[in-house]
């Protein structure tokens, strides 16, 4: 069980963090394309990114992001525990 933090991520950035991920799903994309694909300005979540970067769920190259190691390792465990 996680600890109660409550100055953690509000459920908008919970919520929003995986509308990224899942964007990501189709492969890397730059800034504007997720901008799109989301329908959501970027300065909406662009803050959203540092944390989930620095845990490996994102990563970025060539001016695209793409998931990291650690969304596939969140999604190895979900498929496990099904």
Same mark, same amino acid.
């Given at each position: 069980? !996680?600890? $109660?933090?409550? #100055?953690?991520?509000?459920?908008?950035?919970? %919520?929003?963090?995986?509308? &990224?991920?899942? @964007?990501?799903?189709?492969?890397?994309?730059?800034?504007?394309?997720? #901008?799109?694909?989301?329908? %959501?300005? &970027?300065? #909406?979540?662009?803050? !959203?990114?540092?944390?989930?970067?620095?845990?490996?769920?994102?990563?970025?190259? $060539?001016? #695209?992001?793409?998931?990291?190691?650690? @969304?596939?390792? !969140?999604?190895?465990?979900?498929?496990?525990?099904?």
């Amino acid at each position: 069980m !996680l600890p $109660d933090d409550r #100055s953690g991520p509000s459920p908008q950035s919970v %919520t929003r963090v995986l509308h &990224i991920l899942e @964007a990501l799903c189709a492969g890397p994309m730059s800034l504007a394309e997720l #901008s799109r694909a989301l329908e %959501t300005p &970027i300065s #909406s979540w662009a803050g !959203l990114w540092g944390g989930r970067a620095r845990a490996g769920f994102f990563g970025a190259s $060539d001016g #695209s992001f793409r998931l990291g190691a650690g @969304a596939f390792g !969140l999604g190895s465990a979900l498929l496990q525990a099904r």
